[in-house]
């Protein structure tokens, strides 16, 4: 099978501007997950789709939105960027049959953002 | 809030020498899983731990996971320049809520 996908790998952005991030899961997985990687805060949790609705959510700010669609592919967008927005944006795909961490999630190779 | 510490943050060994990592939640896990990042990639999945007390091998890793919920530990046998990379702890509590510790960084001289 083919492993989870990120488009694009990177991205240049301004302040202000905002930015939205693709994420197609491993045929037949059903739950993708969002996560920013910076080196000062590490892997943090923003969101998780399941069969088009948001399952949780981390404590991020509103700017950071995102949605599923029916074939399963994950969108993340983030409104009026800030330089401290800057991140490997990372999204990871399970099965989803079980809720709180019971499978193993799959990541792709995370796409870096730039904010200037 | 629930955090999830990870030590230590950088560990340098001589090629042969064992490796130990440790996380320690400030609340009850209802599991723990663990990843491992090369430099320059994705995080990739290596074992969840559910069960108190439970102990995982895979090959020259052991993965423990603490009787209390709380804490659990990667060891690595004898390392090898493959295993460089940083390890990551990740706890999921009883709400569903995952939260990474902040890894270690394993760097090995040959």
């Known amino acids: 099978k083919a492993g989870v996908t990120q488009t694009p790998r990177y991205l240049i952005k301004t302040r202000g501007q905002q930015v939205t991030l693709s994420c197609s899961p491993i045929?037949?997985?059903?739950?993708v997950s969002w996560y920013q990687q910076t080196p000062g805060q590490g892997l943090q949790f923003l969101f998780e789709?399941?069969?088009?609705?948001?399952?949780n959510k981390g404590n991020f700010p509103g700017r950071f939105s995102g949605r599923q669609f029916s074939n399963s592919r994950s969108e993340m967008n983030v409104s009026t960027l800030e330089l401290g927005d800057s991140a490997l944006y990372l999204c990871?795909?399970?099965?989803?049959?079980?809720?709180?961490?019971?499978?193993?999630?799959?990541f792709g190779p995370g796409t870096r953002l730039l904010v200037l | 809030g629930q955090q999830v510490m990870q030590i230590p943050q950088y560990q340098h060994v001589q090629e042969g020498e064992d490796f130990t990592t440790y996380c320690n939640s400030s609340?009850?896990?209802?599991?723990i899983q663990w990843y491992k990042q090369r430099p320059g990639g994705h995080p990739v999945f290596l074992i969840q731990?559910?069960?108190?007390?439970e102990v995982k091998k895979q090959k020259r890793l052991t993965f423990q996971f603490g009787e209390a919920k709380k804490n659990s530990s990667l060891h690595i046998t004898a390392t090898q320049t493959t295993d460089v990379g940083t390890y990551f702890c990740?706890?999921?509590?009883?709400?569903?809520?995952?939260?990474f510790g902040s890894g270690t960084r394993l760097s090995i001289r040959p």
């Open positions: 789709y399941f069969s088009e609705t948001q399952r």
């Open positions: 731990l559910v069960k108190s007390g």
């Open positions: 990740a706890g999921y509590s009883s709400a569903s809520k995952i939260i």
């Open positions: 990871a795909s399970s099965l989803g049959n079980m809720r709180g961490g019971a499978e193993t999630q799959y």
């Open positions: 045929s037949g997985h059903r739950s």
């Open positions: 609340t009850t896990l209802s599991n």
